[in-house]
Every structure is written in structure tokens, then in C-alpha cells.
């Protein structure tokens, strides 16, 4: 089960980029953030392997339908 989250980087000028990262399932909200925020990085890597920002900004995880921060919606 994955959830989309998205981010921007006013650095290279991504704007609400999606990417699908793996729902919270039991595990801590700061680790699961923690793995989030990984998965956006190596996704930005990607998209602009020369651009170095010291953070991401923006990052938006969706809350409509979840539990909790991360879990998955249920519908
Ligand atoms: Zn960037």
C-alpha cells in the first residue's frame, strides 16, 4: 500500500512533484517521516542530479481519508 505525497524545491524549480512512498503502517511517525523524506530525496536526485538544496521544502503529505500522518486512507 503506498500513499502520494509531493514536494517542491524552489532551488531547481520543481513544483509539487508526486511521488508514491509506502504507507505508515505501525511503525513511528518520525521514522516513517524519516523514510519519507529519503524516498523524496532520491526522487529529487533523480529529477536534478546537479541540484543540492540543503532541504526540501513544501512537503505535503496528504491527510484526507487517513488515521493518522502517513497511514493510508481508507475509504
Ligand atoms: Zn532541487
Known amino acids: ?3 502520494m505525497v ?3 524545491c524552489p532551488a531547481c524549480g520543481l513544483k509539487d512533484v508526486q ?3 509506502p504507507a ?4 513511528d511517525v518520525i521514522a516513517w ?4 523524506f529519503h524516498a523524496i530525496g532520491a526522487d529529487h536526485r533523480q529529477r536534478s542530479p546537479n541540484c543540492r538544496p540543503e532541504r526540501l521544502v513544501d512537503v505535503k503529505v496528504p491527510m484526507a ?3 493518522r500522518i502517513g497511514g493510508p486512507s481508507v475509504h
Not at 505508515?24 to 511503525?27: C, D, F, L, Q, T
Open 1 to 3: 500500500m503506498t500513499i
Open 6 to 8: 509531493r514536494y517542491s
Open 19 to 21: 511521488v508514491d512512498v
Open 24 to 27: 505508515r503502517g505501525e511503525e
Open 33 to 36: 517521516m524519516d523514510q519519507t
Open 65 to 67: 481519508g487517513a488515521d
